[in-house]
Structure formats: structure tokens, C-alpha cells
């Protein structure tokens, strides 16, 4: 079965500083990876997602994540933060070998990490 | 420019009570999903379909029916409401079969049961 780790329940940083979001998954095949953002009383945003190729991946508002298979892990990251950037940050994966195979096409979700940018 | 549609937005219930869930979208996605957003849960899929016609169960699937006889309509229906079926529920879509397309999702429908 895939699942989805977010370690950090909340993550706390000043504005400017440079910001991490941890994410470890686990899936039978190869994945797709995803990051959302969520802000009080909304639905999820898309942020960012790995497919293939290149392990950087860059998305909206200047927020990066970086694929690491050996470490099975897609940690979120943005080098300068803003009191803005203040949410809850999902990450999902799909194995996209099971899909393959016929075993479904499920997007598996972590339990959020909510991040408090500080003045 | 309406994207993912949910009503009710609010809905108090009482238990034992059925009712729907509307989700429209209005992107020509094929694949449609639903979940449920409980505190330190993160968001669970209930069901979700890759077409019209073609339903499947996800993680939560007891107490819940849905059907999509429409590309833009996926109806989640609450056959007999339980308190343990208080919970925001999101609705989202995506282009092709979904598999690594991001999911556009509507801005939740917040259901108590009592």
C-alpha cells in the first residue's frame, strides 16, 4: 500500500529565512509526488510535482522540492519565506506502477504540516 | 472561470438522515474524486472515478455511494448519516486518467452530523 509521512505536525520560521517542509513516502513501484497548499477555509492549491527527470522541481511562488529515491523522500523548500506563505502544506503520492497494473489510481495524502511564518 | 463546484458549502444533519453532495466541474476532466478532511487525518479518498460510468472505491468507502453518469457532475450521496461522518469534504478534478496531472478541488462542503 502507498502512504505518505509528514514528521512535522507545524513548522515555524522567520520571515526571510529559508524554509523546509519534510515529506517521506512509500509505494510498491515508482511515483508521482505531489505538493498542495491549503489556506483557511479552501480547498487544496497545486504547488509543485515530480513526474520523470529532472530531481529539482520548481513550482508556483518560488517554493522547490527536491526527489530523493534512495532516501524516498520530496522534502519542500523555498529559500526566502514569507509571513504570506503562512498555510497547510499537503504531500500526495501516486504509484504509477500500480496504475500500470491495474491496481488503481489512488492519490494518497500526508496529514499536513502547517506553517507559521514570524516577523 | 468556476472550476470545481461544491454545495451545500454548510450542512447540519441529524442522524440517520440521507442526503447528497454536489460537485460539478467545468474543465472537461475526466477524473473526479472525493475526500475527507479530519483533523490530524489529512485528506482521505472516498471514492473516485476515471469517467463517466466508471466508479471506484478508495480508502473510506463505508457509508458513501457516488455515481457519474455525466463527465461534470460526481454526486457523493450519505446513505444513513453517522456521527462519525462529521468531517469537511473536498471534491477535485483532473485532466486525462489523472495519474500525473495536479487536481483542481473545490472549496469543501462542512457537514455535522448530530
Known amino acids: ?119 | 472561470n468556476a472550476g470545481v463546484t461544491q454545495t451545500p458549502k454548510f450542512q447540519v444533519l441529524k442522524t440517520g438522515q440521507s442526503m447528497t453532495l454536489q460537485c460539478a466541474q467545468d474543465m472537461n476532466h475526466e477524473y473526479m474524486s472525493w475526500y475527507r478532511q479530519d483533523p490530524g487525518m489529512g485528506l482521505r479518498l472516498i471514492h473516485y472515478s476515471v469517467g463517466a460510468g466508471i466508479t471506484d472505491q478508495g480508502e473510506v468507502p463505508n457509508g458513501y455511494n457516488v455515481s457519474r453518469s455525466t463527465t461534470e457532475d460526481f454526486p457523493l450521496r450519505l446513505l444513513s448519516a453517522a456521527p462519525s461522518q462529521t468531517s469537511v469534504y473536498f471534491c477535485a478534478s483532473s485532466s486525462g486518467t489523472g495519474q500525473n496531472q495536479p487536481q483542481h478541488f473545490g472549496d469543501g462542503t462542512r457537514l455535522s452530523i448530530l
Do not use: M
Not at chain 1, 46 to 62: A, H, P, R
Not at chain 1, 66 to 91: G, M, R, W
Open chain 1, 1 to 119: 500500500a502507498q502512504s505518505v509521512a509528514q514528521p512535522e505536525d507545524q513548522v515555524n520560521v522567520a520571515e526571510g529565512n529559508p524554509l523546509t517542509v519534510k515529506c517521506t513516502y512509500s509505494v510498491s513501484g515508482n511515483p508521482y509526488l505531489f505538493w498542495y497548499v491549503q489556506y483557511p477555509n479552501r480547498g487544496l492549491q497545486f504547488l509543485l510535482k515530480y513526474i520523470t527527470g529532472d530531481n529539482l522541481v520548481k513550482g508556483s511562488y518560488g517554493f522547490e522540492a527536491e526527489f530523493n529515491k534512495s532516501q524516498t523522500s520530496f522534502h519542500l523548500k523555498k529559500p526566502s519565506a514569507l509571513v504570506s506563505d503562512s498555510a497547510l502544506y499537503f504531500c500526495a503520492v501516486r504509484d504509477r506502477t500500480l496504475i500500470l497494473t491495474g491496481g488503481g489510481n489512488k492519490l494518497t495524502f500526508g496529514t499536513g504540516t502547517q506553517l507559521k511564518v514570524e516577523l
